[in-house]
């Protein structure tokens, strides 16, 4: 009964939440085409580059055509939108401004306030990008191996990538609390993402050592695995695999964020406490 | 030379504040060298796969990272914290304090602030610059070496009176940071070369978007691509636009009014 309760608490949040931030959203609608055009832009110059590269070699590099980089680079523009996050460059300002003790004082731990805010804004986005998306497929002609497992299977590992994708980047965004200088922090994640996540290239086309680096860190799970699951890459027993290592990853993220978060609070002083 | 001057006076002014904060040094070095390092290994992977991308040799594509790191640095440098400037002294009414200064007000809202440290990005770009030089050798002749600054110096302005125009819109609309931020994002795809892309592209990137012109334009000029249409067609562009921005400033001047009048 307790449960239950806690849980419509928390649906009650929820709402609330998403009426705030599209209330927001609305309001500042060129911020909006501004994250569309970046999330669109980048895919779209590695489509482009790898196409080049596969057109003048030949017509394929590694297994991957031109269709089939517009497919992968198509796929990871919707992935990557669903499970991106911004939250990295707000903590280090909700720290220093002292901001996060409202959040504190409030009965529910702040991470839901923020899954909710990210969602929220996802549900008004996702429909430009992939119309966006559906644009691009148009003008790239994607071929991708489609199979009715394989949709089926996308959706737990895309689920699981935002989870393991927001846990772990809401942790990072936690050293805030120990450093003003958050800004080097944030992009040398955002390099290691870039490699082996699977944005710049497709990881299949790197050397095996490398795969096989990619395959034990986190990244691949938050973003390039949902992909190629999407475009056809992987076979049955691999995306099998590959959801046992997101769920593996969420456990772990879980008790990253739990522990981190204790200790942050700990040494977090408002202005004036 | 007066601007020179100015600009020196600006910029030691700017270095004194930041000596205060040693350790930023620190941390925009480190940051800049990796994202050189980024571009580089980026090119690394595609030329892993390839001899040549789009026609564009390992070397010559050094070149043009080492034109985007330039371009970038001097808009990180003068041109980005000069507009973003204009905007806030015009909602704040704190123009005033510039306009009464005996000097032209372009010149002054244009250097008046100046982000030191993004002096390292344009030191890199140099860098990169000189070794792909160097490798590209002789290849590179008086004629080029010349259409190359002169492309470097046309584009510099274009992205300038560009970011100008942009900032005084401010004059009539209250926010067009967001505006300045859309270029600061375009000017990604300036990485690779524009000629890449497919045709809706690359207009966008050359008429509404003006990044062709800082970085692919000066980078073909240097690898012997650019005919000499393009290269005057560049030189036009770039002094039609400045007295495009200057007069569109004049005109917001006028409007203009003030803090408290």
Same mark, same amino acid.
């Given at each position: 009964?307790?449960?239950?309760?806690?849980?419509?608490?928390?649906?009650?949040?929820?709402?609330?939440?998403?009426?705030?931030?599209?209330?927001?959203?609305?309001?500042?609608?060129?911020?909006?085409?501004?994250?569309?055009?970046?999330?669109?832009?980048?895919?779209?110059?590695?489509?482009?580059?790898?196409?080049?590269?596969?057109?003048?070699?030949?017509?394929?590099?590694?297994?991957?055509?031109?269709?089939?980089?517009?497919?992968?680079?198509?796929?990871?523009?919707?992935?990557?939108?669903?499970?991106?996050?911004?939250?990295?460059?707000?903590?280090?300002?909700?720290?220093?401004?002292?901001?996060?003790?409202?959040?504190?004082?409030?009965?529910?731990?702040?991470?839901?306030?923020?899954?909710?805010?990210?969602?929220?804004?996802?549900?008004?986005?996702?429909?430009?990008?992939?119309?966006?998306?559906?644009?691009?497929?148009?003008?790239?002609?994607?071929?991708?191996?489609?199979?009715?497992?394989?949709?089926?299977?996308?959706?737990?590992?895309?689920?699981?990538?935002?989870?393991?994708?927001?846990?772990?980047?809401?942790?990072?965004?936690?050293?805030?609390?120990?450093?003003?200088?958050?800004?080097?922090?944030?992009?040398?994640?955002?390099?290691?993402?870039?490699?082996?996540?699977?944005?710049?290239?497709?990881?299949?086309?790197?050397?095996?050592?490398?795969?096989?680096?990619?395959?034990?860190?986190?990244?691949?799970?938050?973003?390039?695995?949902?992909?190629?699951?999407?475009?056809?890459?992987?076979?049955?027993?691999?995306?099998?695999?590959?959801?046992?290592?997101?769920?593996?990853?969420?456990?772990?993220?879980?008790?990253?964020?739990?522990?981190?978060?204790?200790?942050?609070?700990?040494?977090?002083?408002?202005?004036?406490? | 030379?007066?601007?020179?001057?100015?600009?020196?006076?600006?910029?030691?002014?700017?270095?004194?504040?930041?000596?205060?904060?040693?350790?930023?040094?620190?941390?925009?070095?480190?940051?800049?060298?990796?994202?050189?390092?980024?571009?580089?290994?980026?090119? %690394?992977?595609?030329?892993?796969?390839?001899?040549?991308?789009? #026609?564009?040799?390992?070397?010559?594509?050094?070149?043009?990272?080492?034109?985007?790191?330039?371009?970038?640095?001097?808009?990180?440098?003068?041109?980005?914290?000069?507009?973003?400037?204009?905007?806030?002294?015009?909602?704040?009414?704190?123009?005033?304090?510039?306009?009464?200064?005996?000097?032209?007000?372009?010149?002054?809202?244009?250097?008046?602030?100046?982000?030191?440290?993004?002096?390292?990005?344009?030191?890199?770009?140099?860098?990169?610059?000189?070794?792909?030089?160097?490798?590209?050798?002789?290849?590179?002749?008086?004629?080029?070496?010349?259409?190359?600054?002169?492309?470097?110096?046309?584009?510099?302005?274009?992205?300038?009176?560009?970011?100008?125009?942009?900032?005084?819109?401010?004059?009539?609309?209250?926010?067009?940071?967001?505006?300045?931020?859309?270029?600061?994002?375009?000017?990604?795809?300036?990485?690779?070369?524009?000629?890449?892309?497919?045709?809706?592209?690359?207009?966008?990137?050359?008429?509404?978007?003006?990044?062709?012109?800082?970085?692919?334009?000066?980078?073909?000029?240097?690898?012997?691509?650019?005919?000499?249409?393009?290269?005057? #067609?560049?030189?036009? %562009?770039?002094?039609?636009?400045?007295?495009?921005?200057?007069?569109?400033?004049?005109?917001?001047?006028?409007?203009?009014?003030?803090?408290?009048?």
């Amino acid at each position: 009964m307790k449960l239950l309760l806690q849980i419509r608490h928390l649906l009650n949040l929820y709402v609330q939440q998403f009426k705030t931030t599209f209330a927001t959203m609305v309001q500042y609608r060129a911020s909006l085409v501004i994250w569309t055009i970046s999330a669109v832009l980048e895919p779209l110059v590695y489509l482009i580059v790898w196409s080049t590269v596969s057109n003048g070699s030949g017509g394929s590099v590694g297994s991957y055509t031109a269709q089939g980089f517009a497919a992968y680079y198509i796929a990871l523009m919707i992935v990557n939108q669903v499970t991106y996050t911004w939250i990295m460059y707000e903590y280090e300002y909700r720290v220093r401004q002292g901001y996060l003790s409202f959040a504190l004082l409030r009965p529910v731990h702040p991470i839901h306030a923020d899954i909710a805010d990210n969602l929220s804004s996802k549900l008004i986005t996702l429909p430009l990008v992939l119309i966006v998306a559906a644009v691009l497929a148009l003008l790239f002609h994607p071929s991708a191996g489609l199979h009715a497992w394989a949709l089926l299977a996308f959706l737990p590992a895309l689920v699981l990538a935002f989870l393991v994708r927001f846990l772990i980047e809401w942790t990072l965004a936690l050293a805030a609390f120990w450093t003003t200088r958050v800004s080097a922090l944030n992009q040398v994640y955002f390099v290691l993402m870039l490699f082996l996540s699977g944005q710049i290239a497709p990881l299949g086309l790197f050397p095996p050592w490398l795969q096989t680096v990619a395959a034990v860190l986190p990244f691949r799970w938050m973003l390039g695995f949902p992909v190629e699951l999407l475009v056809g890459r992987l076979t049955p027993l691999q995306s099998l695999e590959g959801l046992g290592v997101q769920a593996a990853w969420l456990v772990l993220s879980l008790l990253l964020v739990r522990v981190v978060w204790r200790a942050g609070v700990r040494v977090y002083s408002a202005v004036g406490a | 030379m007066n601007f020179l001057r100015l600009f020196a006076v600006f910029f030691r002014v700017s270095l004194l504040n930041e000596a205060a904060y040693r350790v930023n040094f620190f941390v925009q070095l480190f940051q800049s060298l990796l994202e050189l390092g980024t571009a580089l290994a980026g090119l %690394a992977v595609i030329f892993s796969y390839t001899t040549a991308l789009g #026609g564009w040799r390992p070397d010559e594509m050094l070149a043009l990272v080492g034109v985007f790191f330039l371009v970038g640095g001097v808009i990180s440098l003068i041109i980005q914290p000069g507009m973003s400037g204009l905007i806030d002294s015009v909602r704040d009414g704190t123009l005033d304090f510039t306009l009464t200064k005996p000097e032209d007000a372009q010149l002054l809202v244009s250097i008046q602030r100046v982000a030191v440290w993004s002096l390292l990005d344009l030191l890199m770009g140099l860098g990169v610059l000189v070794v792909a030089l160097v490798r590209l050798g002789e290849k590179i002749g008086g004629w080029q070496a010349a259409g190359f600054l002169g492309m470097l110096l046309a584009g510099s302005v274009i992205v300038y009176s560009f970011w100008l125009i942009l900032a005084c819109l401010s004059f009539w609309f209250v926010r067009v940071e967001n505006l300045l931020e859309i270029f600061r994002s375009m000017y990604e795809a300036g990485r690779w070369p524009i000629s890449l892309y497919p045709g809706w592209l690359r207009f966008g990137l050359t008429f509404v978007v003006p990044v062709a012109f800082a970085t692919t334009i000066p980078a073909e000029a240097l690898t012997g691509r650019l005919g000499i249409g393009s290269l005057l #067609g560049s030189l036009a %562009a770039a002094m039609g636009l400045f007295a495009l921005a200057r007069l569109i400033l004049r005109l917001g001047l006028r409007r203009y009014s003030g803090a408290s009048a």
